[in-house]
């Protein structure tokens, strides 16, 4: 099954990639590898904001990871013009804005985690870091990076 087909048959609908905010690109190329810059959630049109273990849930901290994830793969899509390019998702680096007693990084980031293996399958498949982090650019609760090998 291609990613698209999945994507569909995930009910999952890409947005346009986002833009830079500042002096970066969203998508830089080396070889086979791609290395996408981070990416921030966004509910209802506006930039996801929170602190987990204050006011943002875990549940939602893991839909906000969700929401980057797709966020992610737009980016890969407009970078690559073909999500079927994708050899691997190899690394993950998330940051979730939270309280200095919060430990649960892991479980929001699940979030993004579960979806590339849902979209990719084994190709999906990545390792990771979770850091608990004390503020996001804008405020957003949680900020993920990507890097991805390309066939």
């Given at each position: 099954?291609?990613?698209?087909?999945?994507l569909?048959?995930?009910?999952?609908?890409?947005?346009?990639?986002?833009?830079?905010?500042?002096?970066?690109v969203?998508?830089?190329?080396?070889?086979?590898?791609?290395?996408?810059?981070?990416?921030?959630?966004?509910k209802?049109g506006?930039?996801w904001?929170?602190?987990?273990?204050?006011?943002?849930?875990v549940?939602?901290?893991?839909?906000?990871a969700?929401?980057?994830?797709?966020?992610?793969?737009?980016?890969?899509h407009a970078?690559?013009?073909?999500?079927?390019?994708?050899k691997?998702?190899?690394?993950?680096m998330?940051?979730?804005?939270?309280?200095?007693?919060?430990?649960?990084?892991?479980?929001v980031?699940?979030?993004?985690?579960?979806?590339?293996g849902?979209?990719?399958?084994?190709?999906?498949k990545?390792?990771?870091?979770?850091f608990?982090?004390?503020?996001?650019p804008l405020?957003?609760?949680?900020e993920?990076?990507?890097?991805?090998?390309?066939?």
């Amino acid at each position: 099954m291609s990613v698209y087909d999945k994507l569909k048959q995930l009910g999952i609908e890409l947005p346009t990639s986002a833009a830079p905010a500042a002096a970066y690109v969203m998508a830089a190329q080396t070889g086979n590898t791609v290395f996408l810059s981070g990416h921030l959630p966004k509910k209802d049109g506006k930039v996801w904001t929170g602190k987990l273990g204050k006011d943002v849930s875990v549940e939602d901290g893991k839909a906000a990871a969700r929401a980057v994830a797709i966020e992610l793969i737009a980016t890969l899509h407009a970078h690559t013009g073909d999500l079927n390019k994708v050899k691997r998702i190899v690394k993950l680096m998330s940051l979730v804005n939270s309280t200095q007693e919060f430990t649960d990084q892991h479980l929001v980031t699940n979030g993004a985690s579960e979806l590339f293996g849902e979209v990719f399958g084994d190709a999906g498949k990545h390792a990771r870091s979770a850091f608990g982090v004390a503020q996001i650019p804008l405020g957003a609760c949680v900020e993920i990076e990507l890097i991805a090998e390309l066939a």
